[in-house]
């Protein structure tokens, strides 16, 4: 008696948490829907997209302790920049670099000034985009020169070792090149295209 009482407790649990998934999710479609009758929802679709992929990318700080900086924040910073301007990609890279670090609790003495560099990203990406039209040309531009911003303020204010800096620059820019060089093209389609 007592196990059929407990399956049918279960199936009860299930269709409520079930229901109000579904609930959830029209309400949340309703309202983007709605809301995008007076304001372009576009930005925050893709930096919702971005902010979820950031963070699910960088699970490998969890387990991996080494110094190298694997990360996509720079390159969702720049393409929203290019996309939105430099207002939606200063907030891209501000919180896809937050909702990793929450995601992974590793908020640490670091994390402000990385904050600025895509601060940085998002600028330079600004300011360099009406000279330079080809999305490779200025996207690796941009990352060599966030790098280099980096590198300075790691190495003047938090005081980072060299070995450690140019670990971190170095497989932080080979990285970015690898992904510039073979998703740019592809996540510009898929921007213009919504």
């Known amino acids: 008696m007592k196990s059929t009482n407990m399956a049918e407790s279960n199936a009860t649990e299930f269709k409520f948490v079930h229901k109000n998934n579904l609930r959830f999710v029209l309400g949340i479609t309703l309202s983007m829907l709605i809301l995008s009758i007076v304001i372009d929802v576009r930005p ?22 080494m110094p190298v900086d694997f990360e996509l924040f720079t390159f969702f910073t720049i393409l929203m920049t290019l996309k939105y301007g430099l207002f939606w990609g200063m907030i891209t890279g501000v919180s896809t670099k937050l909702s990793a670090v929450l995601y992974n609790k590793d908020f640490n003495r670091n994390t402000v000034f990385s904050l600025s560099a895509y601060v940085m990203a998002a600028i330079i990406t600004n300011f360099f985009h009406n000279f330079i039209t080809n999305i490779i040309f200025l996207s690796l531009l941009v990352v060599l020169l966030t790098n280099i911003f980096t590198f ?9 070792q060299d070995v450690e800096l140019f670990m971190y620059g170095a497989s932080n820019f080979l990285f970015n090149v690898v992904i510039v060089m073979g998703f740019s093209q592809i996540f510009v389609g898929l921007m213009a295209f919504v």
């Open 152 to 160: 300075l303020v790691f190495r003047l204010v938090v005081q980072m």
């Open 44 to 65: 925050l679709i893709f930096l919702s997209i971005f902010s979820i992929m950031g963070a699910l990318f960088m699970i490998y700080e969890r387990y991996v302790q």
